[in-house]
């Protein structure tokens, strides 16, 4: 092949490359891959335990969520499985069988501070804001929800973060009338921005953490949490990328189903 050639193939292989901007998921219930990954500076974790009720597929790490999620590397956790995280939205309302998945695990923070990045995002918009069908997720600290809205003692929820309540923390993706779709390439019909939880603690105690997100009032319409890879950490700076060891990243299978509410 001409260097011409060669070099049109590049070419094309890299537009083809930023074209695709929808997160790339690798299925794992590995605990302590899952905590591993997530772990920055001034931070040991210990004791990891990942539990769910879905048959499989539930949790597993990402990469390319720059554009759609908002970080570029992470975990992610859901209520059914990981095949309702990549885009485009262009379907139903994607459910997997299961109803939570939490990571657990132990850790010491050398700095006596503890930050990490997040974004949860939910197949329950826009259709039940409002609603007893109220997906949530925790983030528990030594069993107490650090979810909070910047500033404020708010949960972050669905009823809490959407089109009409805390807007400038929410992302649309999909259509609803007088609130316009970012046309974000992720299934979830729509997205909170990136939020960053942090608390101070005992410099070199041990503490708890777990993340956890659960299906309300009933198992359909998936919802998920998105952590930044390296950022549960002892400082507020943001990961440097090339910090990262995610490896043997593979996209997981594009399955949807659609139903009605019962």
Excluded: H, W
Excluded at 220 to 244: M, Q, R
Aim: charged share 10%.
């Amino acid at each position: 092949m001409s260097f011409r050639k060669l070099a049109v193939a590049a070419a094309t292989l890299v537009t083809c490359s930023a074209a695709f901007a929808t997160p790339v998921v690798s299925q794992s219930s590995n605990a302590v891959a899952l905590a591993t990954a997530i772990a920055g500076s001034g931070i040991s974790i210990s004791n990891a335990v990942f539990s769910t009720d879905a048959p499989a597929g539930s949790a597993g790490t990402f990469a390319g969520g720059a554009a759609s999620v908002g970080f570029d590397k992470g975990i992610v956790l859901t209520t059914g499985t990981t095949s309702c995280v990549a885009g485009p939205n262009n379907g139903g309302n994607c459910t997997g069988a299961g109803t939570y998945s939490s990571l657990k695990f132990d850790f010491t923070s050398a700095t006596g501070a503890v930050f990490f990045r997040y974004v949860f995002g939910s197949e329950e918009y826009n259709e039940y804001v409002g609603s007893r069908f109220n997906d949530r997720f925790e983030l528990l600290l030594n069993g107490v929800n650090i979810a909070k809205l910047p500033g404020s003692g708010t949960e972050v929820s669905i009823n809490n973060v959407n089109c009409g309540i805390n807007g400038s923390y929410y992302r649309n993706n999909s259509a609803i009338s007088g609130c316009p779709s970012n046309n974000l390439d992720i299934q979830y019909d729509g997205l909170t921005t990136v939020l960053t939880a942090s608390a101070s603690l005992l410099a070199g105690s041990v503490n708890t953490f777990e993340f956890r997100v659960l299906d309300v009032g009933d198992a359909n319409y998936d919802s998920g949490v998105f952590i930044e890879a390296g950022s549960f950490s002892g400082s507020s700076g943001v990961p440097e990328p090339g910090s990262l060891a995610l490896a043997g990243l593979a996209l997981a299978g594009l399955g949807m189903a659609r139903r009605r509410r019962a």
